[in-house]
């Protein structure tokens, strides 16, 4: 079993039990607990001056600033190291010179990622407190992801559908009808490729759309997800500003929309493989305001007939449609784009 820290809800079940005179045996029964974690808890956290009394809120915030203390006890960057490596931070020093310069020169190990959790630590004490390292970072650290901080509002976050809401069908890729999208973009300022695959067959939809809004992208969603409506039930793509009706396309498909969480784009990692295979034939940067009108089926039909390992060398489409195919006799259907790229 593993082990777990208790929860708030547990300590006012300790609290009630507690004050009942219910033994320890007793507690752990009803908690599912180990008798020697009710045991150290009540030992931990009941203030010697009142033996019987055990209360809960005040029995977490005793446990967090345990916590607190145990971690700023462990940690590497204190005392003279703490000051020198603050005094090169001002210097203008990254984090990667100055662990490089310390293990080559002092003979300290201490990672450049421990370096960056000491000015994250710095950076999250109140305005009075704080040292300011954060501002000795290039860019003031606004273009590392430790400090970026998401646009998103409050009142968008709650709206929003998250990743982890997601059935688990979706998550195991157990049946068809779990989708993830994306964008594919050509030339800065121009039009894209809407694509679309299914989790578990990775079967691929493809449409043009000539303008990148999120009004034009959900319009493109309803055209390509039409014939497949039948076996549609989640959809999950990024945090794009082209993926934002998700409310009215939620109401329009009939599905629940998820959300990645924020710069997470393994989280889906299929599409994400899918448009890797498509710049086989549409490098970076190829102008798709130019691309013939049968390049998006053509580009379905070459992946959706491609025998893929992950699916035991069965092609897309066989799985989705649970069908048998015979691709190695007999004549195969061609749309130009079998050998070389677009340009």
Known sequence: MTWRHLTLDERYQIQAMAKNRESQAAIARALGRSPSTISRELQRNVIPAEPRQYLARRAAQMTQRRRVAKGAASRKIQGELAQLVEQKLRLGWSPEQIAGRLASELAVQVSHETIYQHVLRDNALPYAESKRLRYCLRWHGYKHHRFRKSRMSERTRARKN??????????????????ERDLLLGKRGHSALLTIIDRKSRYLLVEHVLRVGSAEVAEATVKALRPHQGVTKTMTNDNGAEFQRDAKLQTKLGIPIFFTEPAAPWQRGSIENANGLIRQYLPKGADLDQIQ????????HALNFRPR???DYRVPHEVFFNQELNLMTGDLMRFGIETGRIH
């Open 162 to 179: 998250w990743i982890k809401d997601r059935p688990q069908a979706a998550n195991k890729r157990t049946e068809t009808g779990h989708w």
């Open 309 to 311: 390992k992950i699916l």
């Open 293 to 300: 009108r049968y390049m998006p089926e053509a580009l379905e």
